[in-house]
């Protein structure tokens, strides 16, 4: 059974562009769930999808958001980006909300 | 103000040592889980207790809830250095998934 796929695994961009990730869940899982993780912070909740729907969403600028598609798959957008948004976003599905999660490896995301 | 604080923040040791590292929280949790994250990788999920006073043992990692089910503790006997990593605790309150800060250990051969 594949794991949970993020891609890419490493993205340099500049300040004020806007960067899509990507995550593609473990088959058969509905709740895919995103992460910021940076040294200071620590692993920090960004937002998590359920059925294409967001049931909560994390304490993070409106320059955060993402979507999930029919087939689980999911996409987290950064627009207007700043050099504090350099860390690695972590993706994790569940089986449904209160299972364990399951993570991918992580996108490296430096803003220069 | 972070839901879950871990102790130590960090931590390293020689080959064959034992350590204990620890969950503390306010809050009562009907759950909680440690996860081990090593370099390059996404956290992996350890074991998850769900009984005040439990106790599970993973090979040599031992992990124990609190009566209150408030805190938790992992214990290792005779660190290896494959045991080196992130260990994260986390809890899930309604829809969100809170993690501890983390105590990164590393066990010198």
């Known amino acids: 059974k594949a794991g949970v796929t993020q891609t890419p695994r490493y993205l340099i961009k500049t300040r004020g562009q806007q960067v899509t990730l990507s995550c593609s869940p473990i088959s058969g899982h509905r709740s895919v769930s995103w992460y910021q993780q940076t040294p200071g912070q620590g692993l920090q909740f960004l937002f998590e999808?359920?059925?294409?729907?967001?049931?909560n969403k994390g304490n993070f600028p409106g320059r955060f958001s993402g979507r999930q598609f029919s087939n689980s798959r999911s996409e987290m957008n950064v627009s207007t980006l700043e050099l504090g948004d350099s860390a690695l976003y972590l993706c994790?599905?569940?089986?449904?909300?209160?299972?364990?999660?399951?993570f991918g490896n992580g996108t490296r995301l430096t803003v220069t | 103000t972070q839901l879950l604080e871990q102790s130590p923040q960090f931590l390293s040791i020689q080959e064959g040592e034992n350590l204990t590292v620890y969950c503390n929280s306010s809050s009562v949790f009907s759950s909680l889980q440690w996860y081990r994250q090593e370099p390059g990788e996404g956290p992996v999920l350890l074991v998850t207790v769900v009984t005040g006073g439990e106790v599970k043992k993973l090979k040599r990692l031992t992990f124990q809830f609190g009566d209150a089910r408030k805190d938790s503790s992992l214990h290792i006997t005779a660190a290896q250095p494959g045991d080196t990593g992130l260990y994260l605790c986390?809890?899930?309150?309604?829809?969100?998934?809170?993690f501890g800060t983390g105590t990164s250990l590393t066990v010198i051969p």
């Open positions: 994790a599905s569940s089986l449904i909300g209160d299972s364990p999660l399951h």
């Open positions: 999808y359920f059925s294409e729907t967001q049931r």
């Open positions: 986390g809890v899930r309150v309604g829809n969100q998934f809170y």
